[in-house]
């Protein structure tokens, strides 16, 4: 069985002139929200992952290490 990959919900993002932005606020209700700077790398992948896409294909255009990273924040989550 192949693992997908996709971007929460939650997970909204924006390129900026160097790297972009990240803003995590799974429970808009509350004042639990991140945003975070992040490298153009990260920008890459959120904009890659439209939908869902195999694993595989995520490390073989980025890398394990960038992937797993990733996974490890909660930027990108595995779909069942």
């Not at 929200?33 to 439209?50: G, K």
Request: aromatic share 8%; proline share 4%.
């Amino acid at each position: 069985m192949t693992t997908k990959l996709a971007r929460p919900d939650h997970i909204k993002f924006r390129r900026e002139a160097e790297g972009g932005l990240v803003y995590d606020h799974e429970n808009y209700g509350y004042e639990d929200a991140s945003m975070y700077e992040v490298s153009d790398t990260v920008i890459d992948v959120l904009e890659y992952i439209d939908g869902e896409r195999p694993r595989q294909a995520l490390e073989e255009e980025f890398s394990p290490g960038v992937v797993e990273t990733l996974l490890q924040r909660g930027v990108i989550t595995n779909v069942e």
